[in-house]
């Protein structure tokens, strides 16, 4: 019999989405292939195309083992490889096939494509200094602006939450993709979430009402949680 004179307990509970809410978990690809001068990476769609380096696949395999025992019901990336070599392993794991949504691809870096920024940045170029001034892509010469990249990747996530009620989605894009994802859930549009490292996993959860961040940048399986490391040999 309960002692009704006996003062209520009130446990810490756990979070829970609220009904028809889909939670996301944003995967940043792992490490890219380097670029060396003069030799551009092939475009898609007029995007740089790299694949991933030896430290970015061993990165993919570590979040495959990450997500093994999550409760995944879809997996989408974008149309550049690296996104889809990354997811490679976490499908195979899952048995899930992976959707591609071109929407989900990084931001056009305009003259910068084809890995061109990377020098650009390294040499200190001034539409970058204007960029990292003004905190907005558009600054590169032909790169799309904040505002049209969140458009289009913020787009895509609503469709795929409209598309997975109650449900748990792995969504594996690009640094510039997370920043701005999670940019909009504050009412933002700067890079306040820009720096995303390889292989990091976020969690948002999304209703249309409100988008709700739970984890951001969580890479402590792809390494030491403040620098990329070698993979082990």
């Known amino acids: 019999m309960t002692d009704s004179s006996a003062p209520r307990s009130f446990p810490q509970t756990f979070f829970q989405p609220e009904p028809g809410a889909c939670q996301i978990l944003l995967v940043r690809h792992g490490q890219s292939a380097p670029y060396v001068e003069g030799q551009p990476f092939p475009l898609v769609d007029g995007q740089g195309d790299p694949p991933l380096s030896p430290l970015g696949e061993w990165q993919a395999e570590q979040v495959g083992i990450r997500l093994a025992d999550e409760p995944i019901d879809a997996m989408y990336c974008s149309t550049l490889q690296r996104t889809a070599q990354t997811a490679a392993p976490a499908a195979a794991r899952l048995g899930l096939d992976v959707t591609v949504d071109a929407d989900l691809r990084e931001i056009n870096l305009g003259i910068g494509e084809g890995g061109m920024f990377r020098q650009m940045v390294a040499d200190g170029h001034p539409a970058v200094l204007a960029m990292r001034e003004k905190q907005d892509w558009g600054e590169v010469p032909g790169a799309e ?89």
């Open 145 to 233: 602006t904040n505002a049209i990249f969140a458009g289009r990747t913020v787009g895509a996530i609503k469709r795929i939450a409209a598309a997975h009620p109650d449900q748990l989605v792995g969504v594996f894009c690009h640094g510039g993709v997370v920043g701005a994802l999670l940019g909009h859930a504050v009412g933002r549009q700067d890079f306040t979430f820009n720096g995303a490292r390889n292989g990091s996993i976020s969690h948002i959860v999304v209703t249309p009402d409100q988008w709700i961040i739970r984890v951001f940048n969580d890479g402590g399986h792809a390494g030491p949680l403040t620098a990329d490391v070698d993979p082990p040999t």
